[in-house]
């Protein structure tokens, strides 16, 4: 009897599988039957295992079963070796056909001569996707990707501890003095919302740094005041993401890519706001757009583009938001996910990436100088503009 | 028969000009010989180390790195000028010297634990009447077969400051003190401020040191016990009936005997120490602000993040001469090639 119950829940939850629309096996891109062509290699970096993979593979399933014709080898790299690995492959005239990942190489990608110009081959095929999401992937006018998923991080919070969250700067530090705990990445990245929300600005016009003429600096001494009052600060990620998922810190400021991985262990509790608004005004958390690129050596162009658009279509990009929690850049992908809806919110309201080569030697400055003025070895005065002096000295301002 | 045949072949070859085979100079046909190898050697190593140095000259990037791409602009000696007056604003906190000075004093601290606790491991084994003699040896050689990633993400992990077996086993140790466990959220990797005030190291050099003493003993306990082995045991004896203390005859017999296998593998672990890349980029990152980076790491980070390949080329030479001085002192200590010369 007990058997038979098992066999009987067994098969419910195959057909439930099979007709539901939520899994990652069956939520897929909509390409139509047969467009899709040839061989096509497709590099991705996603974590294993992580609900991006979940989420890609269950699209490329779909595509590759409309698309008998296709045949599809999908690739994953380690996030921190995608961009080298595409670049010194695409170089010499090998890599895979198309590859996804974030924007941040695109402008130095480009200007390499390895990427190939979309403008002519997606005309008239992107007019469901919003403007934000196409400039993304823009590079001096020039189209170089097809937009997928906007990125930016947002406020995450237990809602089991922190019932309202933050929405102003002095919230957020009245509720840590008040015993809350907030942890978060100690890196230019995660921390470059802030200073918007203080009035700073880091590039003029010109693509010279201006982040030492305020704004930034009171962005630092209000991170180190919220150190001062309990705030934690994390070299390692996967640490800080931790005592996030365990319990241990209450809110932690992350992107959309770990939502799938946090709705596992918080659930209901989880909840997601934009980052406070500071005294200037609203926080400006770098917005980045991942797109699918397609190498200038590629073997199958049209096959390559043809995917690319299969994944990105409405159905594809709604598999995304409900696997993996990601924000879709097409505005006929309806967000029925409440926390996805405030990382779209997020992204709204960040600063668009820049693509220049000005804004590449960003990184190791203000890296150093936010390790330097968190762990007290500089002034954030100081810290700032010696970061500013080292990214003007590398740009030749 | 055979006999005669080969007779006759010798004598047709005596019979042939000089120098020759149907006109062919002999050394043309050794040339012939070693030409394939030549080729390749040329195709996969001159050619790659000749391309460096043409790139040293150059501010070659990204743009210049595609097959049908324009050349990289002639920058003359800037780029090693730049490294070694730091002028590498890519990267902050850039010092070339001081750099080499931490990567010199990283490899030679790591050498001497390494065969200071290798020698003494390998006496103690080497006792008479040591119970399990194999079964030690067997465990002892675990840390060359582990491979260093491994070990490093262990390591990294066991100095996890909230979570690590490291502050864990320190708070147990500190509970029988009565000291709180509190006092044992060490920041093994991430904190900035030195350990010990007059010494400008930062703690994640002690982490690093204690990760690769564990990794890098075992190699010496095995040439140790080889030379030891090698020692014959008349020596001892004679030393003994002289009147010999044990401690004297360890000074005297064992350490002297010990020495002609052990420079040269002390040389080879500096060679290795000096270029671990693995266990510093797995471990700390070259963190805190780049005070744990040695030349091979900065070489990736120049290359991997920051795609400045003229400046990397120009960084690579001055590794490689470095180590070449390196290699060319360790050879006329260790008089390794002396026998070929």
């Known amino acids: 009897m007990k058997l038979k119950a098992i066999a009987l829940l067994t098969i419910a939850m195959f057909v439930a599988t099979a007709c539901g629309g939520g899994t990652s096996g069956t939520t897929g891109g909509g390409a139509a039957a047969g467009s899709i062509k040839g061989n096509i290699t497709l590099w991705h970096a996603y974590g294993t295992g992580s609900s991006e993979e979940t989420a890609l593979n269950g699209v490329i399933d779909t595509i590759k079963k409309a698309n008998p014709d296709a045949k599809i080898t999908v690739l994953q790299i380690p996030f921190d070796q995608v961009f080298n690995k595409f670049q010194t492959e695409a170089a010499a005239g090998g890599g895979p056909d198309l590859f996804t990942a974030p924007n941040d190489e695109l402008g130095n990608e480009v200007r390499a001569n390895l990427l190939l110009p979309l403008d002519d081959k997606l005309k008239g095929k ?247 003025i968190i762990e007290g070895k500089s002034t954030p005065a100081a810290g700032i503009a010696d970061a500013c002096k080292a990214m003007n000295t590398a740009n030749k301002k | 028969m055979a006999a005669v045949i080969d007779a006759s072949i010798d004598e047709a070859k005596l019979a042939e000009p000089a120098g020759s085979k149907r006109g062919r100079p002999r050394w043309l046909t050794a040339y012939l010989y070693i030409l394939p190898a030549l080729v390749i050697m040329l195709a996969v190593t001159y050619w790659p180390i000749l391309f460096q140095v043409y790139m040293s000259f150059t501010d070659y990037g990204l743009r210049n790195l595609r097959f049908d791409a324009p050349g990289a602009n002639f920058v003359g000696i800037e780029n090693y000028i730049n490294l070694i007056t730091n002028q590498v604003a890519q990267i902050a906190n850039f010092n070339f010297w001081g750099m080499l000075a931490f990567n010199l004093f990283w ?147 064992t350490l002297p005997l010990l020495r002609p296998a052990m420079i040269p593998a002390a040389m080879y672990g500096m060679i290795v120490t000096f270029n671990l890349f693995n266990l510093i980029y797995m471990v700390s990152g070259g963190g805190p602000l780049r005070q744990t980076e040695i030349l091979v790491t900065t070489a990736f980070r120049l290359v991997n993040e920051n795609r400045l390949y003229g400046l990397a080329a120009a960084f690579g030479i001055y590794t490689m001469i470095i180590l070449l001085v390196l290699t060319l002192l360790t050879n006329r200590i260790t008089k390794a090639t002396e026998s070929y010369v």
């Open chain 1, 126 to 372: 992107l007019d469901k996707v919003a403007p934000l999401g196409v400039d993304g992937l823009k590079v001096n006018g020039k189209l170089y990707g097809v937009p997928m998923l906007f990125k930016a991080v947002a406020l995450y919070y237990n809602k089991d501890k922190v019932p309202t969250p933050p929405k102003t700067t002095d919230e957020l530090m009245t509720m840590v003095k008040a015993g809350k705990t907030i942890v978060q990445n100690q890196n230019g990245y995660h921390l470059f919302g802030w200073p918007q929300a203080f009035g700073g600005k880091l590039l003029d016009d010109s693509g010279k740094c201006i982040a030492d003429q305020g704004g930034w600096a009171d962005a630092m001494q209000y991170q180190l005041d919220l150190k001062k009052a309990g705030g934690k600060f994390e070299t390692d990620g996967g640490r800080a993401d931790t005592s996030f998922r365990q319990g241990q810190v209450d809110m932690i400021i992350n992107g959309p890519w770990v939502l799938g991985d946090y709705k596992k262990d918080l659930g209901a509790k989880l909840g997601v706001a934009p980052m406070p608004t500071g005294p200037k005004g609203k926080a400006g958390p770098l917005t980045g757009v991942d797109g699918w690129y397609i190498n200038n050596s590629a073997k199958n162009v049209d096959g390559a583009i043809a995917l690319a658009l299969a994944i990105t279509d409405a159905v594809g990009q709604k598999a995304y938001a409900d696997v993996a929690g990601d924000v879709p850049v097409r505005t006929d992908v309806t967000i029925s996910d409440p926390l996805v809806k405030s990382f779209a919110d997020a992204s709204a309201t960040g600063f668009a990436r820049p693509q220049s080569a000005e804004f590449a030697n960003y990184w190791g400055p203000f890296g150093d100088a936010v390790t330097k």
């Open chain 2, 107 to 253: 490899t030679f601290s790591n050498v001497i634990f390494h065969i200071t606790i290798g020698i003494l491991i390998a006496v103690l084994l080497n006792a008479k009447g040591l119970w399990f003699r194999g079964v030690y040896r067997a465990i002892f050689i675990l840390p060359i077969v582990i491979p260093t990633l491994v070990v490093a993400t262990v390591w990294k992990n066991m100095f996890d400051t909230d979570f690590g077996a490291i502050n864990q086993a320190l708070a147990g140790i500190g509970g029988i003190f009565g000291i709180s466990p509190d006092n044992f959220h060490i920041r093994w990797i991430d904190q900035v401020d030195p350990p010990i005030s007059w010494l400008p190291l930062p703690l994640s050099y002690f982490a690093l040191l204690i990760t690769n003493i564990w990794l890098g003993w075992p190699f010496m306990t095995i040439i140790a016990t080889g030379a030891l082995q090698s020692i014959s045991k008349e020596y001892y004896e004679a030393a003994s009936i002289d009147g010999a203390s044990g401690r004297q005859q360890f000074f005297n017999i």
